[in-house]
């Protein structure tokens, strides 16, 4: 089945501590793409990546980092949370860097930083 | 920059009433919009696109959106609401850089 997969999906942690999100696509898809969705200001690009190795900031990168080490795989990293990162975190992929292409969404993490 | 307004963060409709949920956008460059729509504890999924083939595009589920460039509009509409439509919907535009910009979305309660 096609489709994108994070891991957790859910998270309780606390300031500081660092911790990885996983996202795999199994779709062989150029782009990437992390956002964060909270209440009243819908979701918001933090990070997206055109293919291998190239990684842009979107509009809320700070505190965040990425990699694309893998074509399926894009980890997006907290190195020190804080409580203004618990949000609910989605990763998208589409097939190439054309704009107009349709962005499929894994399932969601849940992140909360005590 | 891009940036996309939806007009209205509920919206309530009753069973078999018409669905409309309004987008407005801002872009330097001719854009690409998108709706999509996710339900509770899941994903976002599309429902169209516009990509400047046809300014009125249908989509997934009888839902439809008209491109008006005098307007800067992508308002999205559905002739009669179902139970099932229930959801939070996001309008979205893509820029140059493969950027993509989201609305702060629409929450649509269907009253049975």
């Known amino acids: 089945e096609a489709q994108v997969t994070q891991n957790p999906r859910y998270l309780i942690t606390v300031t500081g501590k660092k911790l990885t999100v996983t996202c795999s696509q199994n779709m062989n898809h150029e782009y990437m793409s992390w956002y964060r969705q909270d209440p009243g200001l819908g979701l918001r690009q933090i990070y997206y990546?055109?293919?291998?190795?190239?990684?842009d900031k979107g509009d809320v990168p700070e505190g965040y980092k990425v990699s694309r080490k893998e074509k399926r795989n894009f980890p997006l990293i907290l190195e020190s949370p804080s409580p203004n990162q618990t949000s609910l975190y989605f990763c998208?992929?589409?097939?190439?860097?054309?704009?107009?292409?349709?962005?499929?969404f894994g399932p969601g993490t849940r992140l909360t930083v005590l | 920059a891009q940036s996309v307004t939806q007009l209205g963060s509920h919206v309530s409709v009753s069973e078999g009433a018409l669905v409309l949920l309004r987008c407005n956008y801002s872009s330097s460059v001719p854009p690409y919009l998108f709706w999509y729509v996710q339900y509770p504890n899941q994903g976002l999924q599309l429902l169209l696109k516009?990509?400047?083939?046809?300014?009125l595009v249908k989509g997934i589920n009888g839902f439809e959106a008209e491109f008006k460039k005098s307007e800067t509009s992508f308002h999205l509409t559905k002739p009669s609401a179902h139970m099932s439509d229930a959801a939070e919907y996001f309008c979205?535009?893509?820029?140059?850089?493969?950027?993509?910009?989201f609305g702060t979305g629409t929450s649509l309660t269907v009253i049975p």
């Open positions: 990546s055109m293919n291998v190795e190239v990684t």
């Open positions: 516009y990509t400047s083939a046809a300014t």
């Open positions: 979205a535009v893509s820029d140059l850089g493969n950027q993509f910009y």
């Open positions: 998208a992929s589409s097939p190439n860097r054309d704009r107009y292409n349709e962005q499929f």
